[in-house]
């Protein structure tokens, strides 16, 4: 039940009173046995032949004397309680953490007859405390929560409301507890909610997510058409700008690499049409390598600038008036390549 064990501190003893001199340390209570009967209840401080230790004739105790402690401090202890019915028939789970108190602690003089009930041996007063608290700590859970709801319990913000019990005249909350052990306050309170309402929350939950899931793919059905009419609309203009962006790139590329731009999509067909720009420039500097100089002079440009106008499929407009011949598309193409 407890997580900071009852025993042993409970109680402690029976001890031998050294030298007819007793010292009590705060926190704790003395019972003083005269040859094993209980005789009084020392408080908190020494107790002496001047201060405590005497009979009604104030003749010094004698006879053999032993004490046993009573810790009188409040703890914590750990308490929980299972299957507890609710009003709409719900079970649920409580367990609390709550503070303490030992019965003698508002009736010191009590202590009497309860050593006279338990004797001298500490266990009994541990066992007989923590079994009847936990008792009565499930029997305060029943009482409480038989009149409330699942929600209103499980839900609450504060969840040590579930076990708030009705006040005393001072004010303070009166707990569970009618043995040695009494409760002053609950610390904290954990309630485990009914199987079957969580079993429903999840299936509640997997629907309502279902049903977001669909309403968001429907709000997106009016853009998604939107969006599939304008790329209809653009589809020829898209389409020609990605081929002229690609063009483009193997234009550059080519530059790099310096190989006509055909290369970068189709090596084999480009290499063919290298060659065989090659072979007609051959045969034709074969036919008409004597008149080279002449056509040079007559266009207006040097025998170099004319072989390389060649040898790219143009005929070199030099710096005369008149139409020139267009060169061809491997021409324009290559037009991207020259120095500007």
């Known amino acids: 039940m ?3 064990s009852v025993l042993p501190v409970l109680v402690s003893g029976p001890h031998q009173v050294p030298g007819r001199e007793l010292v009590v340390n705060a926190g704790w209570l003395a019972v003083l046995f005269r040859n094993g009967v209980p005789s009084r209840v020392c408080r908190p401080g020494r107790h002496s032949a001047v201060t405590g230790l005497f009979t009604g004739r104030r003749l010094p105790m004698t006879g053999e004397l032993t004490v046993m402690l009573f810790d009188s401090a409040p703890r914590n202890v750990r308490m929980a309680a299972d299957a507890v019915r609710l009003a709409d028939a719900r079970k649920i789970g409580v367990s ?3 503070v303490v108190r030992p019965r003698w602690c508002a009736d010191p003089e009590s202590l009497l007859d309860i050593v006279a009930r338990y004797g001298v041996l500490s266990a009994r007063y541990g066992e007989a405390a923590e079994h009847q608290l936990d008792a009565d700590f499930r029997a305060w859970a029943r009482q409480l929560l038989r009149e409330r709801d699942h929600d209103d319990v499980y839900l609450a913000y504060d969840s040590r409301t579930a076990l708030a019990g009705p006040s005393d005249v001072s004010g303070g909350a009166l707990g569970p507890g009618n043995g ?14 009914d199987p079957v309402v969580v079993s429903i929350e999840q299936v509640k939950d997997k629907v309502e997510i279902d049903v977001f899931r669909h309403q968001a793919k429907a709000a997106l059905v009016p853009l998604k058409a939107r969006l599939d009419k304008l790329r209809a609309m653009f589809e020829d203009r898209l389409t020609r700008a990605r081929e002229v962006h690609r063009a483009e790139t193997d234009v550059d590329v080519a530059a790099v690499y310096g190989v006509i731009p055909l290369f970068m999509r189709e090596p084999e067909a480009a290499t063919e049409v290298v060659k065989t720009r090659w072979e007609a420039l051959n045969r034709l500097l074969s036919e008409y390598a004597d008149m080279l100089p002449f056509a040079a002079e007559e266009l207006g440009v040097t025998p170099t600038e004319l072989l390389q106008s060649m040898a790219q499929g143009r005929i070199p407009a030099g710096g005369r008036d008149g139409d020139a011949p267009a060169p061809d598309e491997i021409g324009r193409l290559d037009d991207r390549r020259r120095p500007a």
């Open 180 to 193: 040695l052990l009494y409760v002053e306050r609950f610390v904290d309170v954990e309630v485990t909610p």
């Open 2 to 4: 407890s997580d900071s």
């Open 96 to 98: 609390a953490v709550a």
